[in-house]
């Protein structure tokens, strides 16, 4: 059975062992390890039995009422028992919240899939999440290999449009002096022109080669 306080918060692996209300509203929330496996030297796989010290970290999770909620994970640090282990210690660490993670792996999934799902830009899933915008970014990047390393789905009519997206970009070879295109402000886009496939893929040129190249990637005929 699991714990009342392991499921208050739904994030397996902690429970919360108490909590305080700070001077702005908000509230803090001090949380315990719950997993035992989260003594498992991580090099070697041996349960350590002997602590040598504590840590606090402060990992950053989804949002909760109105004014968020703060944590201060309470871990154990380790000695690891097993002879020859090159990792002499360790802190506890947990699936959702792995050695030196400031975010909970939900919150990063959930940064992601609101670009990936929900059609929102990153700049706004960073505002609402409190995230920065290269962390949302790499968010949606881990989201969107769930989709692109599917296999497309068959169609009947593939089309193919050019968007242009940006401004064109040029540098200068330092040895021959010849200025290179870097990067080019048109896109070509391919969909499932007649199905629900949506937008299959996009590349960067709308070069004869750029889409050759992207077909030669797909397996399509």
């Known amino acids: 059975m699991v714990n009342d306080t392991t499921l208050l918060l739904d994030l397996d692996g902690v429970s919360v062992a108490r909590v305080e209300r700070l001077a702005d509203?908000?509230?803090r929330v001090h949380l315990v390890t719950a997993d035992e496996t989260a003594r498992a030297c991580p090099?070697?796989?041996v349960f350590a039995t002997r602590v040598k010290g504590s840590a606090v970290t402060r990992p950053r999770d989804l949002p909760y009422g109105?004014?968020?909620l703060e944590f201060r994970w309470h871990k154990r640090r380790w000695y690891c028992r097993k002879a020859g282990c090159s990792r002499r210690s360790f802190t506890e660490q947990i699936p959702q919240i792995p050695a030196g993670a400031r975010l909970t792996a939900?919150?990063?999934?959930a940064a992601g899939r609101r670009i990936r799902d929900a059609g929102s830009t990153v700049?706004?899933?960073a505002r609402d999440l409190h995230l920065s915008w290269p962390t949302v970014m790499e968010a949606?990047?881990?989201q969107a290999r769930e989709v692109t390393a599917k296999p497309l789905p068959e169609m009947e009519v593939l089309g193919i449009d050019e968007p242009r997206r940006g401004k064109t970009k040029w540098a200068q070879d330092p040895e021959t002096g010849k200025w290179q295109l870097v990067r080019d402000r048109?896109?070509?886009g391919f969909v499932d022109a007649l199905g629900t496939g949506g937008l299959l893929g996009q590349v960067e040129g709308r070069t004869v080669a750029d889409?050759?190249?992207w077909l030669s990637t797909t397996g399509l005929e």
């Open 25 to 27: 509203g908000g509230r």
């Open 43 to 45: 090099a070697c796989g």
């Open 66 to 68: 109105e004014s968020g």
């Open 106 to 109: 939900r919150l990063r999934g």
């Open 123 to 125: 700049i706004q899933a």
């Open 140 to 142: 949606f990047r881990v």
């Open 186 to 188: 048109w896109h070509t």
């Open 211 to 213: 889409v050759l190249a």
